[in-house]
């Protein structure tokens, strides 16, 4: 088996809607990540293959697409949950959850046609927000990217091992396919 490793850089914003904490093992009960907040994240991507082709287990160029994936979709947006209790009061103009388009990465975006009579602030607004299925805490998001990249990837014939995702330089998680 061989492996290969990339990794990846972002900013993002998120909120952990869900988050409970238990006071003896956190020592407080602050639920911070409950809060708006953002991270500088990094990502780590490990793709394996039984045998070599042309000496390598793919081009690490044939990762770029997922770079722009990165930069164009999520770099300095905020990922929010469609159940995060939340959603209505930022994002009023969709509280309904319809003019939302689907992506097939399993996200969405406010359809922003329907803001051409708005002033420019709220559309910046309205863009800066990437609407997906799933508390985006950084298990669903490693897990999120694993099924994003490997639904590039098997056209090549090459697997996804892993996706660490570093919320912190000291946290991280870890899909394993």
């Not at 694993?146 to 995702?165: A, D, P, R, T």
Request: charge should be neutral; hydrophobic fraction near 45%; include cysteine.
């Amino acid at each position: 088996m061989y492996k290969i490793t990339k990794e990846f850089a972002f900013c993002y914003g998120h909120r952990v809607w869900s988050q409970e904490l238990n006071k003896d093992f956190a020592l407080d009960e602050c639920l911070m990540c409950r809060h708006l907040h953002g991270h500088q994240a990094k990502i780590l991507v490990t793709l394996e293959a039984k045998e070599l082709k042309n000496g390598m287990v793919t081009d690490f160029k044939h990762l770029n697409w997922f770079k722009k994936f990165l930069d164009d979709v999520l770099d300095h947006k905020f990922i929010i949950d469609i159940s995060d209790p939340l959603f209505g009061e930022l994002l009023p103009l969709f509280k309904d959850k319809k003019n939302l388009i689907s992506f097939p990465q399993n996200y969405q975006l406010a359809n922003l046609t329907i803001l051409k009579d708005k002033p420019k602030y709220l559309l910046e607004m309205y863009e800066s927000f990437i609407i997906v299925d799933f508390v985006p805490t950084s298990e669903n998001l490693s897990m999120w990217f694993l099924e994003i990249i490997q639904q590039k990837m098997k056209s090549l014939n090459i697997k996804v091992s892993s996706v660490e995702f570093f919320e912190t330089p000291k946290s991280k998680s870890m899909a394993i396919a």
